[in-house]
C-alpha cells in the first residue's frame, strides 16, 4: 500500500488538468509531462544504463527535425513523422553507441564525444538547404486532429502523457527484465558481465538506441506544439544539460526519479521567473541543486521520498 | 584560394597559441587530478567578463590587466576545488564529471543575469593595427597575444619543472601515495594544480579579448575547442597540448576558408570525434 | 574437453606465456599453478577470450575458440571467475546470481528461482537480499562461483579462488570444489595455496616465467625438483635434499 503511494499521487496530479479549463495549467502540466518524458529517456540510458550523456540534445534534433521535414518538404502525414522520428533517433543512438563503445569510450570520454556529435549536428543543420540553415523551419498552422496539431490544448497534454507513460514504461522494463539486469550489470563490472556471456558493446548501443528514439518523439511533440524549429532549439546544450538535471536531481536508475526531478524543475523555473525576470537565475539554480545533489544525495530526491513512504 | 591560403594558416597559428593556453590549462588540471574540467570553458568566458569590465569600466588595457586577471583566477580555480569541486565529487569520477558540469550551468548562467545575453567587445588602440611581414599582414593583437602566450606557457612549463611546487604537484600526478609518505598533500596539490590550470584561462582572456567578442555562450564554444587540442595532443600532456592548439587553429581557419562561415565550424567536433573513436590516445599517445 | 596448444602472448617485450599446452578431461579437476608472474593469469584470460593470443590455439569439445569474444565463450559454456572478485556492487547478492542464471533463460522467475537455488546451495542463503558490497572477501569468492554456476558451465574456470582466504575458509572452498565437480561440471583452476591443490587436482601443469616446466598429479609435482625450484629459488631442491 505504502510503496503505491507515490506513484498513485503522481497520477493524480496528472489527471489534475484535465478537470481544469485553466489553459495555465494545462499548459505547464504538459511543459513538465514532456519534460518528465525526456528526463525519462536520458534516464535509461545514463541512469540505468550509466551511459552519462552531454549530448541528447542531437536525438531530440533529428527526432524535430525528421518530423519537420517529411511534413514540409515531402508532404507526410504529420503523425507519419512519429515512427520516422523514432527510427532516426534509434539509428543515431545506435551508430553514435555502436562506435563510441567499440573505441573503448566511457565516463566523461563518452559524455564528450556525445556532445561533440550534438554540436555537429548543430552546424549541419545550420548550413543544410534542407533543414531551412539558420532561419529554422515554420510548419503550416492547421489545426485538425488528422493534422496533428490541436485546438484544445488537453489533446497536447494527452499526448504528453502517453510518451511519458511510455518512456516510464520502458525504464520499468529495464528495472524488471533479463535486459535491464544485464545493462545494469554492465553499469557497475563489464568484465564481470562479459565473463557471464553478456555482450557489452550491444547491450549499451541498443540501450543507447532505445533512449534515443524516445528522445526524437519528445522532438516531434515540440514541432507539433510550437510549429517551428531551428537549430538552435533543435541541438541546443541546455536540452541536453536539462534532460540531464532532471533525471540526476529525481534520482538516476530510478522509475520515478524523472517524474519528481521535471516537477522540481519546472516548480523552481515557474517560481523564480515569477519573482525575478532576469534570464539566468532559474538555470542558474538548476546548476547549484545539481551540486547539492551529487555532493548531498547522489541518489536523488526519490531517496527521500522513499525513505519516509 | 591559394592567396587567401598562407594568411589563413599565419591566422589560425596566431589563434591557436591562445588556445594552446587555454588547453595548457585543462591538461595541466586532467594531468596532476586525472579529472575532466568541463568548466573550464565557462571559467574562460567568466575570465573574458572580468577582462573586459576592466577595459571597459576602468580603462584597463588587457595587456595591463593580465597579472592581475591571472592571479585573480588562480585564486578563483582554487577557492571553486578547495570548497566545491572537490567535496561535492569526493573522488568519484562521475560525479566530478557532474560537478564541473553544475559549476559550469552556475557561471554560464549567472554571466547571463549580471550580463545578459549580448556579445560584447573592447577597443584597444592596437585593435585594428596590422603588420607587413613579407607577403603577409599581421594583425597586432592576435601577434602580440600569440607571443605572450608562447611565454607563459614556457613560464608554466619552467615553473612545473624547476620550482619545489612544480615538482610536488608532478609527484602528486604521478604517485599520490608515494607523495604522501614524503610530507606532501595531495587534496593541496590538486586545489593547486587547479587554480594554476584556471590562472591559464585568466592570462588567456586577456589575450584573446582584443580580437574575440565575449558573451555568456562563447564558454561553450572554448570548451569543446579545448578539449578537442587536450585528446588531439594526449591527455594530459604540455607539448601536445602546444601543438594540438596549433593544429585546432589552423584547422578552424582551413575550415572556415573552404567550408564556408556556417558549414566551416564543424571542423572541429569533427576532429573531436576522429580523434576520440580512431585514436583516443591523442597523437602523441603521452597519457593513457 | 579442453585443448590448448601452443599458446603464446607477448606484452612489450616481456614474453608472458611462451607456448602453453594444457589438456582437461571431462569431469576432472585440473590446475594450472606456478610463482607469481609465471604467467597464470595471462593464460587464463587468453583461454576465456579476454586477452588474445599472439599465436596458438584454444579448443572446447572440438570447437575451436580463439579469438572469441569472452561473452560468447561464456556463452559456450566456457565461464571463469575473477582472482580479484568483481561483485556488481549495487545489485544484491541474489541479483548478482540472476545474471548468471539469464544466460540460459528469458524468464524473469525462472532465473530468480535458479539463482536463490544456486546461492543457498553455495552458503549464501543468509545473504541472498543485502548488497553484494556487504559481503566478506569469503562471502565475495563463493558469490563469483555461485554467480559462474548460475550460468550452467560445462566448464568453469577458477582463478585464486582461496586467494586471501583462512585455512577454515579454504578447507570450505575446497569442499564446495568438490561438490560442483560431483554434480557434472568441469574445472579448470589457477591456485597459488599448494595445499589447495594437492587436495583437488587429478592433474596439475606448473608454469614459470611464461613456460610450461612440469605436469602430472599433484603427487608428482610435488617431489619434482624444478617445481621446487621454480617456487623457492635457483639450488633449493639440492638443498632440500641435502637436509
Known amino acids: 500500500m505504502r510503496r503505491a503511494a507515490v506513484p498513485l499521487a503522481l497520477g493524480v496530479l496528472a489527471l489534475l488538468p484535465f478537470a481544469s479549463s485553466s489553459q495555465f495549467l494545462v499548459t505547464l502540466a504538459t511543459l513538465t509531462a514532456v519534460s518528465a518524458a525526456l528526463g525519462q529517456a536520458w534516464n535509461i540510458a545514463g541512469g540505468f544504463g550509466g551511459l552519462t550523456s552531454f549530448g541528447h540534445a542531437a536525438f531530440f534534433g533529428l527526432g524535430a527535425y525528421a518530423a519537420a521535414i517529411l511534413q514540409t518538404r515531402y508532404g507526410l502525414n504529420p503523425w507519419l513523422g512519429l515512427p520516422a522520428a523514432a527510427a532516426v533517433g534509434g539509428a543515431a543512438g545506435w551508430l553514435i553507441g555502436f562506435s563510441a563503445f567499440r573505441a573503448g569510450l566511457r565516463g566523461s570520454y563518452f559524455a564528450l564525444v556525445t556532445l561533440a556529435f550534438a554540436e555537429a549536428f548543430r552546424v549541419l543543420a545550420n548550413s543544410l538547404d534542407i533543414t531551412g540553415g539558420g532561419s529554422g523551419i515554420l510548419v503550416a498552422l492547421h489545426p485538425a486532429p488528422g493534422n496533428f496539431q490541436f485546438a484544445d490544448r488537453r489533446v497536447s497534454y494527452a499526448l504528453a502523457l502517453l510518451l511519458l507513460g511510455l518512456a516510464t514504461g520502458a525504464a520499468a522494463w529495464l528495472a524488471s527484465g533479463r535486459f535491464g539486469a544485464q545493462l545494469m550489470a554492465v553499469r557497475e563490472n563489464e568484465d564481470a558481465a562479459r565473463a557471464l556471456g553478456v555482450a557489452v558493446v550491444r547491450t549499451k548501443s541498443a540501450t543507447l538506441a532505445l533512449s534515443g528514439a524516445l528522445t526524437a518523439l519528445g522532438g516531434v511533440l515540440y514541432v507539433q506544439s510550437y510549429l517551428y524549429l531551428d537549430p538552435g532549439i533543435a541541438f541546443s546544450a541546455e536540452r541536453s544539460v536539462e534532460m540531464l538535471l532532471i533525471a540526476m536531481i529525481g534520482g538516476a536508475g530510478t522509475i520515478l526519479g524523472p517524474l519528481l526531478g521535471a516537477i522540481v524543475v519546472h516548480a523552481i523555473a515557474d517560481t523564480t521567473r515569477s519573482l525575478i525576470a532576469t534570464p539566468g537565475v532559474a538555470p542558474m539554480l538548476y546548476g547549484v541543486v545539481l551540486l547539492v545533489i551529487v555532493g548531498v544525495l547522489p541518489g536523488g530526491l526519490v531517496r527521500i521520498v522513499a525513505r519516509h513512504a | ?288 | 574437453m579442453l585443448e590448448v596448444r601452443n599458446l603464446r602472448r607477448r606484452f612489450g617485450g616481456v614474453l608472458a606465456v611462451d607456448g602453453l599446452d594444457l589438456d582437461v578431461g571431462r569431469g576432472s579437476i585440473t590446475a594450472l599453478i606456478g610463482p607469481n608472474g609465471a604467467g597464470k593469469t595471462t593464460s587464463f584470460a587468453m583461454i576465456a577470450g579476454f586477452v588474445r593470443p599472439d599465436s596458438g590455439s584454444v579448443r572446447l569439445d572440438g570447437t575451436l575458440m580463439t579469438g572469441w569474444a569472452p561473452e560468447r565463450i561464456a556463452a559456450a559454456g566456457m565461464v571463469r571467475t575473477f582472482q580479484v572478485t568483481q561483485p556488481f556492487a549495487g545489485l544484491s547478492v541474489a541479483e548478482n546470481i540472476r545474471l548468471g542464471a539469464f544466460l540460459r533463460t528469458r524468464q524473469r522467475r525462472r532465473a530468480t528461482a535458479e539463482a536463490r537455488a544456486v546461492g543457498t546451495r553455495l552458503g549464501l542463503g543468509a545473504w541472498l537480499d543485502r548488497p553484494a558490497s556487504a559481503l566478506t572477501v569469503a562471502g565475495r569468492k563463493r558469490l563469483e562461483v555461485a554467480r559462474a554456476l548460475a550460468t550452467v558451465p560445462r566448464l568453469l574456470l577458477l582463478d585464486e579462488v582461496m586467494a586471501g582466504l583462512n585455512p577454515s575458509e579454504i578447507n570450505e572452498i575446497v569442499a564446495l570444489v568438490r561438490e560442483v565437480r560431483a554434480q557434472g561440471v568441469t574445472i579448470l583452476l589457477i591456485e597459488h595455496v599448494m595445499q589447495a591443490v594437492m587436495a583437488l587436482a587429478d592433474h596439475a601443469y606448473v608454469l614459470a616465467e611464461g613456460r610450461l616446466i612440469a605436469q602430472g598429479t599433484p603427487r608428482q609435482i610435488a617431489a619434482d625438483p624444478r617445481v621446487i625450484e621454480a617456487y623457492l629459488g635457483h639450488g633449493a631442491a639440492a638443498r632440500i635434499a641435502n637436509g
Open chain 2, 1 to 288: 584560394m591559394t592567396a587567401l591560403l598562407l594568411p589563413a594558416i599565419v591566422g589560425g597559428l596566431l589563434t591557436g597559441g591562445v588556445y594552446a593556453l587555454v588547453a595548457l590549462g585543462l591538461t595541466l588540471i586532467y594531468g596532476v587530478l586525472h579529472i575532466v574540467n568541463f568548466a573550464h570553458g565557462a571559467l574562460l568566458m567568466a575570465a573574458m567578463f572580468g577582462a573586459w569590465l576592466l577595459a571597459a569600466k576602468l580603462g584597463l588595457d588587457p595587456l595591463l590587466a593580465l597579472p592581475l586577471l591571472t592571479a585573480a583566477m588562480f585564486a578563483v580555480g582554487w577557492a571553486l576545488y578547495r570548497f566545491v569541486i572537490g567535496p561535492v565529487s569526493r573522488g568519484q569520477d562521475r560525479a566530478i564529471l557532474l560537478a564541473t558540469l553544475g559549476v559550469a550551468v552556475v557561471i554560464d548562467n549567472g554571466a547571463l543575469m549580471l550580463f545578459t545575453g549580448d556579445s560584447r567587445t573592447i577597443e584597444t588602440p592596437y585593435a585594428l593595427a596590422m603588420l607587413q611581414a613579407g607577403p603577409l599582414l599581421l594583425p597586432e593583437a592576435k601577434l602580440i597575444a600569440f607571443v605572450c602566450a608562447l611565454l607563459l606557457a614556457a613560464l608554466l612549463w619552467a615553473f612545473m619543472a624547476l620550482t619545489d611546487t612544480g615538482r610536488a604537484i608532478r609527484a602528486v600526478a604521478r604517485e599520490p601515495e608515494g607523495a604522501m609518505l614524503v610530507g606532501i598533500r595531495p587534496q593541496r596539490m590538486f586545489a593547486l594544480a587547479y587554480g594554476i590550470g584556471t590562472a591559464c584561462l585568466g592570462a588567456a582572456a586577456c589575450l584573446l579579448l582584443p580580437s574575440f567578442y565575449v558573451s555568456p555562450q562563447v564558454g561553450e564554444s572554448f570548451v569543446l575547442i579545448a578539449f578537442t587540442i587536450v585528446v588531439l595532443g594526449g591527455m594530459g600532456s604540455f607539448p601536445g597540448a602546444l601543438v594540438g592548439g596549433l593544429l585546432v587553429g589552423v584547422t578552424e581557419n582551413l575550415g572556415g576558408l573552404y567550408l564556408g562561415e556556417s558549414l566551416g565550424p564543424i571542423c572541429v567536433p569533427l576532429l573531436f570525434i576522429a580523434v576520440l573513436l580512431l585514436r583516443p590516445t591523442g597523437l602523441f599517445g603521452a597519457a593513457r
